[in-house]
């Protein structure tokens, strides 16, 4: 227990670690006439909520279902109907127990529910997380693409494959005209590609390009953390981490070290405006070392 204690408190990111929610507010933007962000701790949340039902992407961390209930309360007098996980991490999937208890039904690629039923050990985290009872894992699974349709609107969640896990699934709202990346999308944030749950930056940077082939100048992208972007924020960070990775996949093909991959600051020309966040470059460059090297 102390050691888990230990690296919680040295080796998670910012977006990773237990906040004191008795200070979270969460903050409701809306997008679309039906379609809104919410952003709390932990995951950013999309929702749908119309004359149907109410579809929520995520739910954070148990301790803030009241807040984020009373959030949508302010939307809709509706309880959530729909619970879509984007991946298994407990930032997002934390809510799932509380909201599945209150009668939401639980969504997500099976790859989410065979996570979240084991015990996982994220190395790069040195965190170990411990099964979900089950009335926190999702009922309804699906293997590649599901659509919904409600509040007027066609609701395409497609999976990627092997991108921030290998459980992710990206979130269009055709007709409202908005994309929930999850975790495959940090904005102004160098990323966490989680490599023990099958993460690899080549899917997440597929998984970006797809996203951009459905965006256009005026879809709002809701990232898995950080502010809401634009198509030309996601394009820039899509940039961004393919010159990165292939500047690594080059130390990695030539056999350099870590130490030496690090020494020659891959990340440099990047740093100022995505290297302040979660993730120091230095941090993050040892993460692409170990990802590429996975893939090796
Ligand atoms: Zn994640």
Known sequence: MTRFLLLWCFALPAFAQQ?????????????????????????????????????????QFAPLTPKIEAAIARITPRPVRFVLNTHWHFDHTGGNENLGKAGALIVAHENVRKRMSVENFIEFLGMKTQPDPKAALPVVTFTRDVTFHLNGDEVRVMHVPNAHTDGDAIVHFTKSDVIHMGDVFFNKLYPFIDTSSGGRVEGVVAAVDRALALAGASTKIIPGHGPLATRADL??????????????????????????AIAAKPTADFDAAWGKGFLTPDRFTEMLYKNLQAER
């Open 19 to 59: 906040p004191d929610y008795s200070k979270v507010e969460i903050r409701t933007q809306q997008l679309a006439p039906t379609v809104y962000m919410l952003v709390g701790a932990g995951g950013n949340l999309g929702l749908s909520a119309g004359a149907d039902s109410v579809f929520l992407v995520d739910d």
């Open 235 to 260: 394009q820039a960070y899509r940039d961004m981490l393919a010159t990165i990775a292939g500047r690594m996949g080059e130390h990695v093909r030539a056999g350099r070290s870590l130490e030496q």
